[in-house]
């Protein structure tokens, strides 16, 4: 027992470190293109100031690291589990009788704990250093007239409208939107309020309105019924629990909120009317990375273990960085088709994580049991 506790200290300390240096290494060359590219951006901006690209970048670096990991865990597992094949240690561990799933608990484990400490840890300081980043970038670098111009200018929301039914719904669309002076102003605007069984109760047109606290005021109104002819109103109050902020961070990048804020977040977005798809998927790719930095311990195991003596040790090692870019790949098209709504979110984020863990223990069993 003595022995076995103190060889999974050993190898969990020269996995950690084959790990973290390369985490350190491939985190280090992203932020040196990203610190090139907001070079690249400010030139044509004399008045902005060195520092402050420096500080984006830097407050890049915690996005970066979540992002890299898998990566780092795979590449440094490939390292360390072919130097301790090269030396000989494996062999003499197996020899001993210890087989390779146990071989792997310490690593395994040690993996698992990164993955948790970057989605628990990390990724709320990642959200609020990236979203810093972001207001920075947005006030310094870009002139798109913020977040909102992300829709083209236009605005649609599906939110709750109780004032003729309990269940009722009230769609908006706004061909043009500007934000001014801290307001939030609509203009050719369309309200569909429906009931329960998505049927129509009325039709607003308004040429314009604005976001206030008590709801959205539409201005020079017009109201038309089913089997009625279209009636002037004025002003017309629409409730709505959306504020400017709230619009703002519906159009902001899921990475600027932390694990423990998305699921209130995506609450709020669905009630709203907003899409929540994007913020759902990075919730469930969260989630799923402790799952994910094992699968690529596993997989830069299965790949690495193979005795020198056998050869071939060059091709095993490149089929297994292969491996781990065509998972990157499938996730990253995973992905893509889940914000299409081709697939649902959690399918989206675990099916490549759960495909590659069943690579990993398909090659470890040919690995042990031949």
Known sequence: MIVAVTLSRYIARQFMLCVLA??????GVICLFDLIDLFRRVASRPEVSSNIV?????L?????????LPFGILLGGIVCFWRLTRSSELIVARAAGISAWQFLAAPLTCAII???????VLSPLSSVMYRRAADLDQQYLRSDGGPLSLSGGSLWLRQADTQYDPQGVAMLHAGDVQVTQGQLHIRDISVFRLDHEDRLVMRIESPKGSLKSAGWELTEASVVKPNNILQSVGSIILPTSLTLERVQESFAAPDTLSVWTLPGFITLLEHSGF???RHRIHFQS????????GTMTLVSAGFSMRPSRRGGVAKMVGSGVAAGFLLFTISKVAEQLGKSGALPPVLAAWAPTLAGLCLAVALLLHLEDG
């Open 60 to 68: 890049h670096i915690p996005y970066f690291t979540i992002e890299i």
């Open 286 to 293: 969260l989630l799923a990375l402790p799952i994910l930095a």
């Open 114 to 120: 990164l993955g948790l400490l970057a989605t628990c």
């Open 54 to 58: 420096t500080e984006i970048a830097g």
């Open 22 to 27: 390369m985490v350190a290494a491939l985190t």
């Open 275 to 277: 899409s929540s798809i």
